[in-house]
Structure formats: C-alpha cells, structure tokens
C-alpha cells in the first residue's frame, strides 16, 4: 500500500482544512487508517484512525469534536476535516495504514510522504 496526503497549508486559527490521503492498493476491510502529526521539537503524536470496513473510529482527546475522519471507498481515500483550527495544531501530518484501531506508530506499517499544516495569524 502506497499512500500519498495533501491538502496542507496556511490556515488562520478558527479555520478548516481538508486533508485527502489517497491509497494505491487494494484496502481490506481488516485495514485501520489513521493520521498522526508531528509538531517541530516534538514527537509524532496520533490524531485519529479509521476501521475501513466498518468506519469504527478512534480519536485522541485533543482534537475531539474538532476533526472528523472519513472514507471514501470508491476513492481509496481517507479524508480529515480539520475545522476549529488552532495554533497548536500546527504540524506536518501524516498517513498511514495498519491492522489495529490504535494510537501507537508501531501499529502502522504504512505511511505517507506528510503535509504540513500552519494555523497563524
């Protein structure tokens, strides 16, 4: 599995971004896909994941009721909508594609190239 993430960008605090992460492959059901970030000086930390079956979903605390993650299927895409943006949401942004519904970068085996998000005024 290949995936490829975008949509990053300059964004003012309060704003939304979109960022699409495309998979080249065929996604079993069995797939988890999630996003990670990572702040400068700081480590990569998860953000949200997706069961690509049954769209179960897991969220960290700090981005609740802030960030959604959805699929595509058809696509072979996984989508975060980012809205409420704030200052610490700052980072690059990664993808990636494993078998467990977790928070830990061990359970990722695949991930993409990041993009990186800038909320500032």
């Known amino acids: 599995v290949q995936l490829q993430a975008s949509g990053g960008g300059l964004v003012q605090p309060g704003g939304s971004l979109r960022l699409p992460c495309a998979a080249s492959?065929?996604?079993?059901?069995?797939?988890?896909m999630g996003w990670f970030r990572q702040a400068p000086g700081k480590e990569r930390e998860f953000v949200v994941a997706i069961r690509w079956g049954v769209g179960s979903t897991r969220y960290a605390d700090s981005v609740k009721g802030r960030f959604t993650i959805s699929r595509d299927k058809s696509k072979n895409t996984v989508f975060l909508q980012m809205n409420s943006l704030k200052p610490e949401d700052t980072a690059v942004y990664y993808c990636?594609?494993?078998?467990?519904?977790?928070?830990?970068?061990?359970?990722?085996?695949?991930w993409g190239q990041g993009t990186q998000v800038t909320v500032s005024s």
């Open positions: 990636a594609a494993g078998i467990q519904l977790g928070s830990s970068q061990n359970e990722y085996d695949y």
């Open positions: 492959g065929r996604i079993f059901s069995s797939k988890v």
